[in-house]
């Protein structure tokens, strides 16, 4: 996204993940579990799964993998968890 601010990044990725809540929503899910590879990434998922959970009958939740396997930092590279 070259040349853009960092505010204007973070709310094309908000509503992007809007977007994306309300086509999974479309297909009748009564739930949605957000993952982040990223871990950087994730309060824009808890923010937004909040704000989707509120404005919709949907449950949500959000995490980071890392917060899910043990041992999730230890056996991935380095390079994966910076996003290079």
């Keep these: ?15 992007l993940l809007f977007h994306i809540y309300h086509e999974i929503k479309s297909y009748g899910f009564e739930a949605i579990f957000v ?3 990223y871990g950087p990434l994730k309060p824009y998922a808890v923010l937004t799964c909040q704000l989707f959970e509120r404005q ?5 939740e959000a995490a980071w993998a890392a917060e899910l ?3 999730y930092r230890e056996i991935t590279p380095a390079v994966s968890r910076q996003g290079s």
């Design 1 to 15: 996204m070259g040349g853009e601010t960092v505010a204007s990044q973070a709310f094309f990725y908000q509503q």
């Design 56 to 60: 919709t009958s949907v449950k949500m």
């Design 69 to 71: 396997v043990e041992g």
């Design 35 to 37: 993952l982040s590879e």
